[in-house]
């Protein structure tokens, strides 16, 4: 979907009153963890987006031999599943720019990380917005399933 197509969904929920989730992160190697990421935070709302890592940005933040997969087949990935309204791939290091943009009304990411550190926190309570964590389930880890693979 090209991302107007998700800007316009957006605004379709924002029209009837509903609430706006996004979520973000790399995806390069879909799991279970990813999954219940993705079911908990589409089950904050009425729509969920998901901010995806450009090839990239996936590399500067991953290194060498990432991503495994293409933003296009990482996308067409995330786009299959149910949880999932819309996929907006950006390129810079965060998704602060593409955030600022679509200012949902809540933003997620698993419980592996710390609301009060993430460097999106100050930006989306700037308008109202809530920063949430979701359960992370332990040992599922995309660096660790390609370690082992390797191995």
């Known amino acids: 979907m090209p991302p107007e197509h998700d800007v316009d969904v957006l605004a379709a929920v924002r029209a009837r009153g509903g609430i706006v989730v996004a979520t973000g992160g790399c995806f390069d190697l879909v799991h279970a963890g990813h999954v219940e990421t993705l079911r908990a935070a589409r089950s904050l709302g009425d729509c969920l987006v998901v901010l995806l890592n450009s090839d990239d940005s996936v590399r500067r933040a991953k290194g060498d031999g990432r991503p495994l997969q293409s933003a296009d087949d990482r996308r067409r990935v995330l786009e299959g599943l149910r949880w999932v309204d819309g996929v907006i791939v950006f390129d810079e290091d965060t998704p602060l720019a593409v955030l600022d943009r679509l200012r949902p009304d809540v933003w997620v990411k698993g419980?592996?990380?710390?609301a009060a550190?993430?460097?999106e926190t100050p930006l989306v309570r700037s308008w109202g917005g809530e920063v949430v964590t979701v359960p992370y389930l332990a040992g599922r880890s995309t660096t660790e399933l390609v370690g082992r693979a390797r191995r």
Do not use: F, H, R
């Open 111 to 114: 419980g592996d990380y710390d």
């Open 117 to 119: 550190t993430l460097p």
